[in-house]
């Protein structure tokens, strides 16, 4: 059974249950002071404190989906980090593709939240293991092919694509069974308000425990460079997507959203348009990110502080979405970070920022499904076509 299935929580639940009621029947029959009934009765309580305890851990897991499959757990030394270096950073991956089937991420046991049917009519998810040159970094991602995409019609059509980043600590599949956006995607492709468009998504989380928040760390994990350059090429090496930024869109809720919009204004070149979904706009100096991320160079700080960019460095050639709730405990940041961006935009037209902004709703996946459908329609308006096709066979 995979790591994240929910049969084997289940499974283990069954076994605690099992053990406890052993526990009860066996334990007067085991009152005895002698070796063998001591070692029975301490046998009885570690089997039902292991068995609580693994069900707690992976329903903790699931949650947050710190591992996302058994060798994230086991690999070798111990090391819990789950984007791991395949290959030296810069060199060319020998003996696998960039892109490669996988059935980690826990895709079998979501049931009821995605279009039921063949891909020609309802478009298909697929579960893949992205492999990068640039970073040296490998990770588990879901791909949202539309219906179109296995239409003889579009056969040589590339499709614009929107990479979608769940918040900090989830995994992959919160965009899927949390958020739902494979559903609100096809919804509103079937009705004409988004032209079809690949999503792929994707989990912020580099290292577990810790947040990255889409950076490269100083001396860690190049997690910009791993989303700004490696998803991009590789998934254009496996699937028929748009070459340009101006078809390529980043969107993200909670600190996804932060990426996102970090990662449209530090590389234009890579993502014409992003939209954000209650983000904050400056990466935290707390116990997820070691206290400080930069480990001391202000400078890199400064850069990845959005304020701070708007003030001292060039507009980029972005869009952006900023998306929140007036009952957000920060949305005060928000007004700044709008204030901030609307000026530059008013000077600098290759510049363009936009905002909804609820009366009411949390930090939650029901005030996120809310604002989901607005912000799916805007990239419809933002993710350009991409203008080449693909060569004849």
């Known amino acids: 059974m995979e790591l994240t299935s929910r049969a084997l929580v289940y499974t283990l639940g069954a076994v605690a249950a099992v053990a406890l009621l052993a526990t009860l029947w066996l334990w007067p029959r085991l009152a005895r002071q002698r070796p063998l009934p001591l070692l029975g009765r301490l046998g009885l309580l ?226 014409g348009s992003a939209a954000a979904l209650h983000a904050d706009y400056a990466v935290p100096a707390d116990r997820w990110t070691d206290g400080d991320l930069f480990r001391g160079d202000k400078a890199a700080a400064q850069r990845s502080d959005l304020n701070w960019r708007l003030a001292n460095l060039p507009a980029p050639a972005t869009s952006l979405l900023v998306v929140s709730t007036r009952a957000e405990e920060d949305f005060a940041a928000t007004e700044q970070f709008l204030a901030g961006a609307q000026k530059v935009a008013a000077a600098h037209p290759e510049f363009t920022v936009d905002s909804l902004v609820l009366p009411d709703g949390g930090h939650s996946f029901e005030t996120w499904r809310r604002e989901l459908p607005a912000a799916l329609e805007w990239f419809g308006d933002h993710l350009a076509p991409p203008a080449d096709r693909e060569p004849r066979q």
């Open 46 to 271: 570690a089997v039902v404190q292991l068995s609580v305890l693994s069900v707690l851990l992976l329903s903790v897991n699931d949650a947050y989906g710190f591992y996302t499959s058994w060798n994230d757990l086991l690999r070798p030394g111990g090391a819990p980090v789950a984007l791991a270096a395949a290959h030296a950073p810069g060199a060319a991956p020998t003996g696998a593709a960039l892109v490669r089937p996988t059935d980690e991420g826990g895709l079998a046991g979501v049931k009821d939240v995605l279009p039921a049917g063949p891909p020609e009519q309802v478009g298909r998810v697929d579960s893949v293991r992205i492999t990068g040159t640039e970073s040296g970094l490998s990770d588990q991602v879901f791909v949202y092919l539309p219906p179109e995409y296995f239409n003889p019609r579009y056969a040589r059509e590339r499709f614009p694509v929107l990479l979608a980043l769940a918040g900090y600590p989830g995994p992959s599949l919160a965009l899927i069974d949390g958020l739902r956006l494979p559903s609100a995607a096809a919804e509103l492709q079937r009705d004409g308000r988004m032209a079809p468009t690949v999503v792929v998504m994707a989990r912020p989380t580099v290292a577990p425990p810790r947040n990255t928040e889409c950076v490269d760390v100083p001396g860690g994990p190049r997690a910009e460079t791993w989303f700004a350059k490696d998803v991009p090429a590789a998934l254009r090496s496996a699937y028929r997507v748009g070459r340009s930024a101006a078809s390529w869109g980043v969107f993200g809720y909670s600190t996804g959203g932060s990426c996102a919009l970090r990662m449209a204004m530090r590389e234009p070149g890579a993502f």
